[in-house]
């Protein structure tokens, strides 16, 4: 049986409004903003879908509403304003009464950047709202992205996050740090200290001893001795403080450790790096989700502007 949905629209609902309230062609013509053969059009549509007069002339007092379009009259307001607040219908998100879990993605090295700052000022204007820190999984990051699982990712730009909506954070430089009281002293780092001493990696893949350092150091026909490599940058800044290691990492990072650690410009040119937030296009309207991302940016510029005293 075809769905008699398919002969209908809301001009034609909004037709039997405009006449069951006005009884009157002229005036419900009026009130729709077209002309009466148009009204007469769509209401010559409602007799035949319906199988009814609907409503009948009645010399001098407009038009009268059939037996069967007072029943449908009962019925309409409740669906036209069903209607009305789906279409009308606009997603408030409250921060202060939420209690919504935000989920990002992030490895330990932009988490320990943001994390302390972007949980305070959560708490700060959302007290009744989670956020969780997971490690981003190449292989299933994107799906997670996809239906939801993981609000935001945050971490270097990478070529393979084609179809994700993303923006800069922030820039960040390299710095060397060792620990206090580094028999070396604590003077800068000469290029040829920076070579001679032993040093630590961070390997987010596990295992490698080799980075964007190694890169800049070959350009000036250097190497250095790298010693250890963790997967974790957590990690680093702990073996650094029971070891004479050197290690070259965001200072953003780094940073968080200043009561432990000494911390230098490098030796050599480094390129700085751009950390970026991505996230899913069906999510950039989405209120909640929007106030989560301006929260990440406004934290990663409250970081930018204190780098920027500090320095």
């Not at 019925?75 to 009464?97: A, N, Q, W, Y």
């Not at 000036?220 to 004479?244: E, F, T, W």
């Not at 990440?296 to 502007?305: A, H, R, T």
Request: proline share 8%.
């Amino acid at each position: 049986m075809p769905d008699r949905l398919n002969d209908i629209d809301i001009g034609l609902l909004m037709a039997f409004e405009a006449l069951i309230q006005e009884r009157n062609v002229s005036r419900a013509a009026d009130r729709l903003g077209i002309s009466q053969p148009a009204l007469s059009g769509r209401l010559t549509r409602l007799r035949a879908l319906f199988g009814d007069q609907l409503f009948v002339p009645v010399a001098g007092r407009g038009v009268m509403p059939t037996p069967r379009a007072q029943a449908l009259g009962e019925t309409l307001p409740r669906l036209l304003g069903h209607l009305r607040e789906f279409i009308g219908h606009s997603p408030h998100f409250d921060p202060s009464e939420s209690d919504r879990t935000f989920v990002l993605a992030a490895y330990d090295n932009p988490a320990v950047m943001i994390g302390p700052d972007l949980v305070t000022a959560l708490k700060r204007v959302a007290p009744h709202a989670r956020i969780t820190f997971v490690l981003p999984d190449p292989e299933t990051i994107t799906p997670a992205l996809d239906r939801g699982d993981v609000d935001m990712v945050i971490g270097l730009p990478r070529t393979a996050d084609e179809g994700l909506i993303g923006r800069t954070l922030f820039s960040d430089q390299f710095v060397t740090a060792q620990r206090r009281g580094h028999p070396r002293g604590s003077q800068p780092v000469t290029l040829d200290e920076f070579c001679a001493a032993e040093h630590v990696v961070v390997s987010s893949e596990g295992g490698g001893y080799a980075g964007p350092v190694d890169r800049a150091l070959e350009a000036l026909g250097r190497k250095r001795q790298v010693s250890l490599s963790v997967q974790s940058y957590a990690l680093a800044p702990i073996v650094m403080a029971d070891s004479d290691h050197l290690c070259t990492l965001p200072g953003r990072f780094l940073q968080r450790f200043e009561s432990m650690l000494d911390l230098f410009t490098p030796p050599m040119e480094m390129d700085s790096f751009e950390l970026y937030a991505l996230w899913h296009p069906r999510m950039r309207d989405d209120p909640a989700h929007r106030w989560f991302r301006d929260l990440v940016v406004e934290v990663s510029e409250g970081m930018s502007d204190r780098s920027a005293t500090r320095c």
